[in-house]
């Protein structure tokens, strides 16, 4: 990596020049770095209290890839599959009710939670010695 200098952010304080193992940095107004001497340390942006010494890379990456469209179709027909998908779920959240903040299994009307049923809102089944006399 190459670092440059944001002149507008510098304030000419000098300590990236104290630090510079190569002495690729100069002082003037601002710092100014030689990019043929600096080696990529980074121990001059470490130091620097204003964030002006920014990281350059070494390569402009080429941003316009093209890209064949055979693949550009794959990746196309991959997207629309998982929208499908989510929207089938969605769907079926909506109609069924049971997706999402269902009673599951056990829940809702009927026995309750436990083996033997009762509690609020479910009735047992179950025959004891009262149920039988009265059916």
Do not use: F, W
Request: hydrophobic residues 25%; contains cysteine; aromatic residues 2%.
């Amino acid at each position: 990596m190459n670092y440059n200098i944001n002149e507008s952010l510098c304030t000419g304080c000098g300590l990236c020049v104290n630090v510079c193992p190569v002495g690729a940095i100069t002082l003037s107004d601002t710092a100014h770095i030689d990019i043929d001497r600096c080696t990529g340390c980074g121990v001059c942006a470490n130091v620097c209290k204003k964030g002006a010494i920014i990281e350059v890379p070494d390569e402009i990456v080429q941003e316009n890839v093209s890209v064949p469209a055979s693949i550009a179709s794959g990746v196309a027909t991959a997207i629309g599959s998982v929208r499908n998908a989510i929207n089938r779920y969605t769907n079926n959240d909506r109609t069924t009710g049971q997706r999402r903040g269902g009673m599951g299994r056990g829940g809702g009307r009927g026995r309750g939670g436990g083996r033997g049923g009762g509690g609020r809102g479910g009735g047992s089944r179950r025959m004891n010695k009262r149920n039988k006399k009265k059916r």
